[in-house]
């Protein structure tokens, strides 16, 4: 069983940075395919960023490319999203997923899931 709980949202202006933290539990973290998704009230989730388990591979949506950065520390089991740049559109709650095998930028592929965390981007 694995369970991830997020933290790092809050409120910022348009231009800032937040930092995003999943902190995963289970001895197997260092297999765990884990991403990034958001969620605004009335839409479907969406694909933020990916990393895969082995190599840190990363792969990203084009609204967010160039501006987040999703990154993991095996050791410690965190994964964590690096956002600069904020934009009012990146208004969301954002979820922590996690996936033995690779689960691309599709949610439903996705097993594990945080409790989300709202991030808020004032103009």
């Known amino acids: 069983q694995v369970q991830l709980v997020e933290s790092g949202g809050g409120l910022v202006q348009a231009g800032g940075s937040l930092r995003l933290s999943c902190a995963a539990s289970?001895?197997?973290?260092?297999?765990?395919?884990m991403a990034w998704f958001r969620q605004v009230p009335g839409k479907e989730r969406e694909f933020v960023a990916a990393i895969k388990w082995i190599g840190n591979s990363t792969w990203y949506d084009d609204s967010v490319k160039g501006r987040f950065t999703i990154s993991r520390d095996n050791a410690e089991n965190m994964v964590y999203l690096q956002m600069n740049s904020l934009k009012p559109e990146d208004t969301a709650v954002y979820y922590c997923?996690?996936?033995?095998?690779?689960?691309?930028?599709?949610?439903?592929?996705?097993?594990?899931w945080g409790q989300g965390t709202q991030v808020t981007v004032c103009s």
């Open positions: 997923a996690a996936s033995f095998g690779f689960a691309g930028s599709t949610w439903q592929s996705y097993k594990y």
């Open positions: 289970g001895r197997t973290f260092g297999s765990l395919a």
